[in-house]
């Protein structure tokens, strides 16, 4: 299942409610806040979650490893239907083997 959040209160609490085995923020890492982050990566702790942050092509911001905010991994979009599939897939068994540790 796929679902899209418009707010950072609405993707939190699909979040919450269903903890997803991956998360994707996308677009400028400088818009989203630190609450937004703090409990995305909390709950990605909690339920062996993958965080990955996208963003566009033509604006990439890196980020400095010391100041990554909790991401697992960064793409840069436009990504191929090839590197998703693999990312859903690596996500989804992550969540799996963790859940057995």
Request: net charge negative; proline share 5%.
């Amino acid at each position: 299942m796929v679902e899209v959040a418009c707010s950072e209160d609405q993707a939190i609490l699909q979040a919450s409610q269903n903890p997803p085995f991956l998360v994707i923020l996308a677009g400028d890492h400088g818009h989203w806040s630190q609450h937004l982050l703090g409990k995305l990566r909390a709950q990605a702790n909690a339920h062996h979650t993958t965080l990955i942050a996208l963003t566009d092509f033509h604006a990439p911001s890196w980020i400095h490893q010391e100041e990554n905010p909790g991401f697992d991994g960064f793409l840069v979009n436009p990504i191929s239907q090839e590197v998703l599939l693999s990312l859903v897939q690596a996500a989804h068994t992550r969540r799996i083997c963790c859940s057995f540790t």
